[in-house]
T-cell receptor, first 118, second 112 residues
Framework: AQKITQTQPGMFVQEKEAVTLDCTYD???????LFWYKQPSSGEMIFLIY????DQQNATEGRYSLNFQKARKSANLVISASQLGDSAMYFC???????????????WGAGTKLIIKP | DSGVTQTPKHLITATGQRVTLRCSPR?????VYWYQQSLDQGLQFLIQ???????AKGNILERFSAQQFPDLHSELNLSSLELGDSALYFC???????????FGAGSRLTVL
């Protein structure tokens, strides 16, 4: 079964609008971390935001926020006031067992291609 | 600049050949990870090293091998290359106890 599911292969959004990228995950481990990375057309993988399973508050980093709904096992990325430079692939990823410190492997979703229209 | 350096950025070679990809982690990071990103399989974890020792193995083929040297740089060796090995190979590093992996810019391998 897919551990990380990103149901939106692609999205078009008007510049300055907010956008939500969906991510659902599947794990039986009580301690896990959820990550969002951005991959522009140039190819590099850029870290955006992180949420730990025991974190009480939703993570925020500038224009990025993570809508973490633990019961629904969803970790959607919200980008406020989108910009042309936000056009890229966005990947959701999960790391299980992070409290034990032993497993740093990331499990990745298939990604969502976001295109911001001027 | 993420601080993780990968060379070469692009590499074109023929089937059956062998290549070596190099990675220098961020200063102070002891852990190095290798990931493969291909069109058909997405991002896959290959292998992790911590301070010179292999820590975890993922979907790494037997034709592939890696090592981490005393100066903490790492090399990924790919041999008997096949067309399907064409991919973007990422190196990432992290410091002990940190949650976030920092990725290099990747090495794009094309096998013809």
């Amino acid at each position: 079964a897919q551990k990380i599911t990103q149901t939106q292969p692609g999205m078009f959004v008007q510049e300055k609008e907010a956008v939500t990228l969906d991510c659902t995950y599947d794990t039986s481990d009580p301690s896990y971390g959820l990550f969002w990375y951005k991959q522009p057309s140039s190819g590099e993988m850029i870290f955006l935001i992180y949420q730990g399973s025991y974190d009480q508050q939703n993570a925020t980093e500038g224009r990025y926020s993570l809508n973490f709904q633990k019961a629904r096992k969803s970790a959607n990325l919200v980008i406020s006031a989108s910009q042309l430079g936000d056009s890229a692939m966005y990947f959701c990823a999960m790391r299980e067992g992070y409290l034990t410190g032993s497993n740093y492997q990331l499990i990745w979703g298939a990604g969502t291609k976001l295109i911001i229209k001027p | 600049d993420s601080g993780v350096t990968q060379t070469p950025k692009h590499l074109i070679t023929a089937t059956g050949q062998r290549v070596t990809l190099r990675c220098s982690p961020r200063s102070g990071d002891l852990s190095v990870y290798w990931y493969q990103q291909s069109l058909d399989q997405g991002l896959q974890f290959l292998i992790q090293y911590y301070n010179g020792e292999e820590r975890a193995k993922g979907n790494i083929l037997e034709r592939f091998s890696a090592q981490q040297f005393p100066d903490l740089h790492s090399e990924l060796n790919l041999s008997s290359l096949e067309l399907g090995d064409s991919a973007l190979y990422f190196c990432a590093s992290t410091s002990t106890g940190a949650n976030v992996l920092t990725f290099g810019a990747g090495s794009r391998l094309t096998v013809l």
